[in-house]
């Protein structure tokens, strides 16, 4: 399989793995991999450090997560601990507290905490999961095959296993170590997939990106 010159193709937000199972079942991509649901947060006593795009909010009390994919200001700056507005979120685990609390920030860049960088907007924060204009959709899937071939389809028909050399089974054959790209939402929503080799249990892994 020839290799694709990889230009942009999208912000990479999601990622799947998966191992293919002992009774050789067709396996699709989760939906939650090529969709996801902006949520939004309001806040207001801003801190100094300025969050970015990528980095993880959580909170003190609820422990509630999620990735920020965009933050806007509404009134005062972050250097003057008064920044108040809203972040986008996705990818939220737990619920943050519909009462005040403390946001604290995981960075991107490294990994390192900031102790508190806003608190949470009482108001705001109880719809936290209202969908923020629509659902994102994958604008491409980068696919890997980790470990053994694969057969797959990407049409919706379901792949069949090899049979032997003179019967090869339905479907593209992928082998182990190679990578390729789904470059539109329908092949994505069908891709299907099963091992190239019955009970070879092949590992293939997803990575979603976004515009």
């Known amino acids: 399989m020839g290799l694709k010159t990889m230009e942009y193709i999208g912000e990479p937000l999601t990622f799947e793995r998966q191992l293919s199972a002992s009774t050789d079942a067709v396996r699709t991509i989760s939906e939650g991999t090529y969709k996801i649901t902006n949520r939004m947060l309001g806040f207001t006593a801003g801190g100094t450090y300025v969050p970015l795009v990528g980095d993880v909010l959580y909170g003190n009390t609820s422990l509630a997560i999620a990735t920020i994919t965009k933050i ?66 994958a604008k491409a899937m980068l696919v890997e095959v980790l470990l053994n071939p694969i057969n797959y389809c990407v049409d919706g028909t379901a ?30 929503q069908n891709f299907k997939w099963i091992n190239g080799t019955g009970s070879a249990h092949a590992q293939v892994r997803f990575q979603g990106f976004f515009d």
């Open 72 to 137: 806007v200001l509404a009134t005062g700056a972050w250097g003057d601990n008064d920044a108040a507005g809203t972040f986008y979120l996705h990818n939220q685990v737990g619920t943050f507290h519909s009462s005040a609390e403390t946001l604290k920030i995981i960075k991107a860049a490294d990994g390192a905490a900031d102790a508190a960088v806003a608190t949470s907007v009482a108001g705001n924060s109880a719809v936290a999961d209202k969908k923020v204009r629509q659902t994102r959709t």
């Open 159 to 188: 792949p069949t296993i090899d049979a032997d050399a003179i019967l090869p089974g339905r479907g593209i054959n992928a082998v182990a170590n190679t990578n390729f790209i789904l470059e539109d939402i329908r092949s994505i």
